[in-house]
């Protein structure tokens, strides 16, 4: 990991004008500068960049966020990899924290494969364009292809000369180890000799998502029944196959401009595809997709379109990876090549426009495509049949999400239809397994925290008729996390003033227990926890602090809550009477010692904000007890114990009434 010393060197250096002015034109604005966004198409220019801040905001898309999020976003890299990223723009020596000796052997492995990739792909690509042999086999080869020089260039593709260990001998004096040549699959040691693994064969560089070489696929030329045709590298520290999909690199930006991935099987697919300008396209190698891969498509959309030729094998191997992407929450279309031609070819026959308009008028459900296939396979077997429909239904039960369930209604009855069944029997069968999932589920989750999760509240139970409650009243003043988020504003701009002689607001917040019980949102409540914690090593925390920090929910949140012109809802009044009411019985009942209570009467501005905050979340603790002296007096029924639970219900009671009368005003949400 980056030591914290080099992270704040690099913070110390950043400026979000000029970074992001080096991928946008700016325009200065005021105290802000605006541009187009780059995270979606715009004509009119509203993307703001607040230098002050060190934060920027799309007013179009929403996209906020400081200088590290804007490189991970738009570079799609990870958090170190866009602090490497600064740290090499702004001349920062990374140091590294203290590893364990086996964390420490893996890092050194994993450079020292980094470095070797890197001098093999220059060597590759040498061959390829300088070399006699390269030109006249493997240079030919590639533009009897129809490959341009300007797109071997841009994937760094290369060639291996057919001598036995050209490579090797040239690898050897450069001083590369045998070892890390052998881990890296580019040599091979037979009799204790070494031997190029990729003799005679076509290089294709594979990259990570910051653009260093991991690993190669190597193509044969020509035919060769003995040998097969792509050899490719063995897992190692940097390449793990499960996790790579060629072509990512190149493909990142256009798959994000599109909002669509292009998903094919082989290098030359990729090259040719983008050669032709259709960019947003990456490979799986011809393999079933994994989960890795898939949360890795999903880092740029949600839209997955995979390209195959009319292959069975590739057909079906695309197929074993469709749950796994429906879970993901990811829309899958599945595109035919048609006679007996693949991307690379097609693309060649009918030009780079007409493929386009191709693949967007013979896009088929993948879901439905699934269920033709499986259909023909079953025929007339009641048995398979049986089997088949339990197998859609358990599939369809997998797009489980909220915003999903139109779709998931849609494919029941286009499914229902071609299976000739019920669509109730089919729904029944999905909400099966829907139900058997959710068991599994709070079952793994009760054993993990050795609990069953529970509700906060019942929504149920604050509407009820007799107390004249007003539903939209409760949703804002109990459900609404926009004062939960207040009280983090409040912090970060009133933290370090005074609130009395004696302490500042930040601890005078901090110390209200009640404050932190009543919160849900989890990453206000980790905010919380991480002002404590300076604060505890005598370190004044500013805005800085959670804008620029590695809990991306944290950054997300602060940043939001400083892009957003902050306002207090419109039912904060009607809260302040209230109370002013339930203060009296409350803070009896809580045996709650209100120290300040004269400066919440006198007191204005930015104390104001401080009190009110306090009050919303001991509100909400009112509320709770109405409900639990509720749910006693259903319990509870003898005699004594409904004696000992009467008198704090009716006080409650009392104020839930007044309550009542006082929320009985139209609030609008904000």
């Known amino acids: 990991m980056i030591s914290q010393q080099s992270i704040q060197q690099i913070l110390s250096r950043i400026d979000i004008i000029e970074i992001v002015g080096s991928f946008i034109k700016l325009k200065k604005r005021g105290a802000n500068y605006l541009g187009l966004c780059p995270f979606h198409g715009e004509k009119s220019p509203s993307f703001t960049v607040s230098p002050a801040k060190e934060i920027y905001k799309c007013f179009g898309c929403g996209r906020s966020g400081n200088t590290i999020s804007f490189i991970m976003e738009h570079e799609k890299y990870s958090y170190v990899e866009a602090l490497r990223w600064l740290a090499a723009k702004y001349n920062v020596e990374v140091e590294e924290t203290q590893m364990s000796p086996e964390r420490l052997a893996q890092q050194q492995t994993a450079d020292s494969l980094f470095i070797l990739n890197g001098f093999a792909q220059k060597y590759f690509s040498q061959n390829l364009m300088e070399s006699e042999e390269g030109q006249a086999i493997g240079l030919s080869y590639l533009k009897e292809r129809g490959f341009r020089e300007e797109i071997m260039n841009r994937f760094q593709l290369g060639y291996c000369l057919a001598t036995r260990d050209s490579f090797s001998q040239t690898a050897l004096a450069a001083h590369y180890s045998l070892e890390y040549l052998q881990k890296s699959g580019l040599v091979v040691v037979r009799d204790e000799k070494p031997f190029d693994n990729y003799r005679g064969r076509i290089i294709f560089p594979v990259h990570n998502q910051s653009g260093k070489v991991i690993g190669f696929g190597a193509r044969i030329i020509g035919k060769n029944d003995k040998a097969p045709k792509y050899i490719n590298t063995p897992e190692n520290e940097v390449y793990i196959k499960s996790k790579i999909l060629y072509g990512t ?20 697919d990729v090259v040719s595809l983008h050669q032709a300008g259709i960019e947003n396209v990456v490979a799986s190698g011809g393999t079933s997709l994994t989960m890795d891969q898939l949360r890795l498509i999903k880092k740029y959309t ?49 030009g780079a426009t007409a493929f386009r308009e191709f693949i967007d008028q013979n896009k088929k459900d993948f879901i439905l495509f699934q269920l033709e296939v499986q259909m023909k396979d079953v025929g007339n077997d009641s048995a398979k049949k049986a089997g088949l429909v339990n197998q859609v239904a358990e599939t369809i039960a997998k797009i489980n999400k909220l915003e999903d369930f139109t779709k998931q209604q849609d494919y029941i009855k286009q499914c229902a239809e071609l299976l000739k069944i019920e669509e109730g029997g089919l729904v029944n069968l999905v909400n099966k397994h829907i139900r058997e999932k959710l068991a599994k589920e709070e079952a793994k989750q009760a054993a993990a925290q050795g609990i069953d999760p529970t509700q906060f509240y019942d929504d149920n139970a604050m509407r009820g008729e007799e107390s004249g409650y007003s539903e939209d009243t409760f949703n804002l003043i109990f459900k609404d996390e926009l004062q939960e988020k207040q009280l983090i504003r409040v912090l970060l701009e009133h933290g370090a003033k005074e609130w009395d002689r004696t302490q500042k607001i930040a601890q005078y917040i901090l110390e209200q227990d009640i404050v932190e019980e009543m919160i849900e949102n989890q990453t206000v409540v980790k905010v919380l926890h991480m002002y404590r914690d300076m604060l505890a090593e005598n370190h004044e925390p500013t805005d800085k602090d959670f804008v620029f920090s590695q809990e991306n929910d944290v950054s997300t949140l602060v940043v939001s809550i400083l892009n957003t012109p902050y306002e207090l809802s419109a039912h904060w009044e009607a809260e302040k009477q209230v109370f002013s009411v339930l203060e009296q019985g409350f803070r009896k009942y809580m045996n709650i010692e209100y120290k300040h209570k004269a400066i919440m009467k006198e007191e204005k501005g930015f104390k104001d904000d401080v009190i009110s905050t306090i009050q919303f979340l001991k509100l909400k603790k009112i509320k709770q007890l109405m409900e639990q002296n509720q749910a006693d007096l259903e319990t509870n029924n003898t005699y004594e114990r409904l004696l000992e639970l009467l008198p704090p219900h009716m006080h409650i009671k009392d104020m839930e009434i007044e309550l009542a009368k006082m929320t009985g005003i139209v609030i609008k949400k904000q």
Request: contains cysteine; aromatic residues 8%.
């Open 249 to 268: 690199y190149f493909a990142r930006q256009a798959i994000d401009k599109f909002d669509e991935c292009l998903l094919v099987e082989g290098y030359t």
């Open 302 to 350: 949600k839209n997955l379109t995979i390209i195959y030729d009319g292959d069975s094998a590739g057909v079906k191997a695309a197929l074993r990876g469709l749950d796994m992407a429906l879970e993901e929450g990811l829309n899958v279309k599945l595109v035919l090549i048609p006679d007996k031609e693949d991307p690379d070819s097609y693309v060649n026959k009918i």
